[in-house]
């Protein structure tokens, strides 16, 4: 397993989107990864 850092240098964009997590910060970005992925198939 690889890890990432992630730089976030808007830092109110960040705060909305930890607001808007269901689930652990990872799993939400794999989300977004994934479905991003799969668009560009």
Known sequence: M???LLL???E???A???DS?????N???MKL???KVK???
């Open 33 to 35: 990864i994934k479905e």
């Open 12 to 14: 109110e964009l960040w």
């Open 27 to 29: 799993s939400e970005i």
């Open 21 to 25: 997590i269901q689930k652990d910060i």
């Open 8 to 10: 976030i240098e808007d």
């Open 16 to 18: 909305k989107f930890k």
């Open 2 to 4: 690889k890890k990432y």
């Open 39 to 41: 668009t560009q198939s």
